[in-house]
C-alpha cells in the first residue's frame, strides 16, 4: 500500500499522522443531532409558552415543528 503525501499548509510539521486510524470514530447509522439556533425573541417566547404549559422546551419545539410539518404536506 503506497501513502500518497498531499501538501498542506495548515497543518504544522510537527504533527504527524503516519500512525493514525482511518476511521477510528465513525459508527455506520449513528444518529446525528443538530444544533438548532434561535433568534433571542424567538427563544424567549417559546420558553415561556413551554413553562406556561408545564412541558420542556424541546417538547414545545417538537411539536409546533411536526404541526408546521402536516400543514406543509396537507397543502401540496
Known sequence: MSKVQIPNDDIPAEIDFSKGTRGKFHHS????????????????????????????????VNDLLRKDIELIEMAR
Open 29 to 60: 447509522g449513528a444518529k446525528l443531532n443538530l444544533p438548532v439556533y434561535l433568534d433571542d425573541q424567538v427563544q424567549s417566547r417559546l420558553a415561556a409558552l413551554a413553562n406556561a404549559k408545564g412541558i420542556e422546551f424541546s417538547v414545545l
